[in-house]
C-alpha cells in the first residue's frame, strides 16, 4: 500500500504514526458552535515550535473519532490549518497537514461524483452529497513551504471538506433543508453513541502506549 506524505511519495507508516502517539486528545466542536460557522484566521507566522504539539494533538483526536480529515477549528483553534489521514479507493494511504488551503476544482471539465459524507462535528450524521471528481490543493506545510497534492475520488472529496471547513461551511450547508433536518435529527438520535465509542477509543489509545 503506498503511502504519500503532503503529496509525495513515501515510507510507509504504521496506523499509529508518531503523531498520534504523541497528541493529547481534544475535544470536538459540534454543529452550531460559532467557531466552526465563520472563516478561520489565516496562519502568518510558522514553525514546528509554534504549531507542532497542536498537529500531534489533531492527529491523535481524529483517530480517537475514527475520521479521515480535521480542521483545527474542529478543535476550537481559530486557525487555518487542517490534518488528513485517509486510505482511498485504490489502496493508497495519505497523510498530512495544511496550512492556509485552497483548492481548485476542475467540474466543468472532469464531472463530479457521488458518495456519502459525514463529518465529526455532526456525531453520527451522514448525507449524500455530490462533490467534484478532481481536486488541487495548495497549501503551505508548518514550515511555511508550499506544496501542491492533484487528488481524485475520496482523497478530494476530504481535502475540498476540510477546505471548506475552514471557510465556516460544513457539509450540510450544502444540503436542502429536508435532508438537513433529517441529517440533524440522525445526529441528536446517534451522539450519545457515538461519544461513548470515541470514549472507548480513547482508553484503547491510552493502553497501546
Avoid at 116 to 129: R, V
Avoid at 145 to 172: K, M, N, S, W
Avoid at 200 to 207: A, G, S
Wanted: net charge negative.
Amino acid at each position: 500500500m503506498p503511502t504519500y506524505i503532503q503529496g509525495r511519495l513515501a515510507r510507509r507508516l504504521p496506523e499509529l504514526t508518531d503523531e498520534v502517539r504523541r497528541g493529547t486528545p481534544r475535544r470536538i466542536t459540534e454543529y452550531g458552535e460559532e467557531i466552526l460557522h465563520r472563516p478561520s484566521r489565516p496562519v502568518t507566522e510558522f514553525g514546528a515550535a509554534r504549531w507542532g504539539a497542536l498537529i500531534d494533538d489533531m492527529f491523535t483526536t481524529m483517530w480517537i473519532a475514527e475520521g479521515c480529515g480535521l480542521a483545527a477549528n474542529q478543535v476550537d483553534v481559530d486557525a487555518a490549518l487542517f490534518v488528513y489521514d485517509l486510505t482511498d479507493e485504490y489502496g493508497d494511504r495519505h497523510v498530512g497537514h495544511a496550512f492556509n488551503p485552497r483548492i481548485e476544482t476542475m467540474t466543468a471539465l472532469f464531472g463530479t461524483q457521488p458518495g456519502t459524507e459525514g463529518c465529526l462535528s455532526l456525531p453520527g450524521a451522514n448525507a449524500p452529497l455530490p462533490r467534484p471528481t478532481r481536486a488541487t490543493l495548495h497549501a503551505s506545510d508548518m514550515n511555511g513551504t508550499p506544496f501542491t497534492v492533484d487528488a481524485t475520488g475520496y482523497l478530494a472529496r476530504c481535502l475540498i471538506h476540510e477546505t471548506q471547513h475552514l471557510a465556516g461551511t460544513i457539509y450540510v450547508d450544502h444540503l436542502s433543508p429536508t435532508a438537513l433536518a433529517q441529517a440533524l435529527n440522525h445526529s441528536t438520535a446517534t451522539r450519545t453513541d457515538v461519544l461513548r465509542h470515541r470514549q472507548n477509543r480513547k482508553e484503547q489509545l491510552t493502553e497501546l502506549g
